[in-house]
């Protein structure tokens, strides 16, 4: 009885705390658009539970913030929000939350300037859901993860061109010049758990209870044997 009640509590622990987990789709490209066959589409799709996508800098010089050309801020139109993820279903380009948050940082010594990463939130995402990502470069052209009207060149997973931190590098190709290339990353982290009024959300006080009840009544048995 004892065992039957412990694997009951972990049971509906287990279901109330889902462990977020995100896949990265990539789908290489077959010359349907006149695209080439050199590159490849891709998207993030959430396999379970919830959480925040940023897209990160690609840093390349850990001696010195002002050797990293290709952070974002310098070529892309983050600031102003002309950044985001694409609705799979309808095509939309959706505008980045304006957030932001240092994902890596690294000093050499006291000597040396701190270099850092930053990531650039996306949006919150759930499981089941997916979603494309798109960015403006400084000269107003935009291009796009999967295939949109905005698409040109893109790929994921440039493993040989892997920036510090060890960032897997995606890299989108613009038809305009100074930049005619952005490279960046993608990570997310877990969301917190929903909740309403302030308080958890009541399968999540079921479950809580049941497992502590059945905890509870475990230790009181063990207590009389």
Known sequence: MKNKLLLLASFFCLS???????????????NAHNEGTGGNYFHIHVTSGSGTFYIVDKINNLMSMSGNN?????????????YGYID???GDLVPGTGNTIITNEYQH?????RVYQTGYEVGTFS?????????????????????????Y??????????????TVLAEFDYRTKKPNVIFF???GYEAEAPAVSGQPLPGTLASL?????????????????
């Open 16 to 30: 109330a705390f889902a462990a977020f987990q995100y896949e990265i789709v990539i789908e290489p490209y077959t």
């Open 109 to 113: 010594s006291q000597y040396h300037e």
């Open 127 to 151: 499981a089941g859901e997916s979603f494309g990502l798109w960015i403006t470069n400084l000269k107003g052209s935009i291009n796009t993860s999967i295939y949109t009207q905005y698409s």
């Open 88 to 90: 799979m279903a309808t």
């Open 185 to 187: 990353g993608i990570t």
């Open 209 to 225: 209870a049941l497992a502590a009840g059945a905890m509870g009544l475990c230790r009181r048995k063990r207590k009389k044997s």
């Open 153 to 166: 060149y893109g790929s994921y997973g440039l493993e040989k061109k892997k920036g510090e931190f060890d």
């Open 70 to 82: 290709e952070v974002l801020a310098r070529v892309a139109k983050m600031s102003t929000l002309e």
